[in-house]
């Protein structure tokens, strides 16, 4: 049985910083894309970053230059190191993992998904 379990998450106020984390276990991901989404209350869940088996990141504008994907494929974990947070980052925040190896922005486009990480920004 695959498994995402997400870790990390908190709150932290306006400028700070959170590291979330996402360990994979059942299968390897580490020929496959895996990102993270958000979702706040009352909204869709939203793209945020993911990351090619060969480390390309890609990130929605929003969070350039303050979030950075990382994996560590040996140990099928993931990390999302979030600087400079905002309260509108606020949400909870979901690893997912593709059985592709391209990017993808869509949620749809990604078969196994964690339970989800509470993240809240205080202004």
């Known amino acids: 049985q695959v498994q995402l379990v997400e870790s990390g998450g908190g709150l932290v106020q306006a400028g700070g910083s959170l590291r979330v984390s996402c360990a994979a276990s059942g299968r390897s991901f580490s020929r496959n894309t895996v990102g993270w989404f958000r979702q706040a209350p009352g909204k869709e869940r939203e793209f945020v970053t993911a990351?090619?088996?060969?480390?390309?990141?890609t990130y929605t504008d929003s969070v350039k230059g303050r979030f950075t994907i990382s994996r560590d494929n040996a140990k099928n974990t993931m990390h999302l190191q979030m600087n400079s947070l905002k309260p509108e980052d606020t949400a909870v925040y979901y690893c997912?993992?593709?059985?592709?190896?391209?990017?993808?922005?869509?949620?749809?486009?990604?078969?196994?998904w964690g339970q989800g990480t509470q993240v809240t920004v205080s202004s």
């Open positions: 990351v090619t088996w060969s480390g390309y990141p």
């Open positions: 997912a993992a593709r059985t592709s190896i391209g990017i993808a922005r869509a949620a749809y486009e990604y078969e196994y």
